[in-house]
């Protein structure tokens, strides 16, 4: 696995550099967004570790701007800011996880190697699914044609969820891509939240599935 990791931290890049090459891959470090592209040009690379807090810029920013100019490498976000409305701002901006420091090495490593095991995503201003379109510029559900009155948290779920575009994506995962971390109070609000999610798509409901024990998925069978 080759890792582009981009942080402006002496200490972090020699950590994360020993720790990923300890692990058998291959890595090449950066400071600054300026130096992610001539890097993303000279080599391939198969998950970008990207840090929120660059000195030139925002590394949520900088992978905006990825997505925008085709890049469909996995991002991995690292940042200090653990707040829902933080983790909601890098998804929306095109990144496929958020990890907040302070992290366990081990962690990293085990989201790292997910994400180049399941490659790049589908990246679309827009998904359909028969009737019901997820409209990730506008950030709207339209169902039948009608926009669906989500909430913030519900939309959110909506839009992990659609990305993954009938990929199963596990309780967990959904709730730190959402919340931010995984707890008894976001776990119980996340069935609240599903439930009601398909009450409002009303008889088009079947395009949010649940996958016993394991999770959700966003698709339309027909």
Partial sequence: MRILVVDDHAGTRKLLDRHFEQAGHAVRTVTACSEVNDALVASKFDVVVLDVMLPDGSGIELCRQMRKDGLTVPVLLLSARGEVKDRVSGLDAGADDYLIKPFALSELLARVTALARRGPMLRAR????????????ARRVLNAGTQVPLTAMELSIVEVLATRR??????????ECVWGERTESAASSLEVLVGRIRRKLGPNASVLRTARGLGYAFEWEG
């Fill in 166 to 175: 009938g990929r199963v994506v596990a309780r967990d995962e959904l709730i």
């Fill in 126 to 137: 827009r998904s359909e699914f028969g009737p019901v379109v997820v409209d990730f510029e």
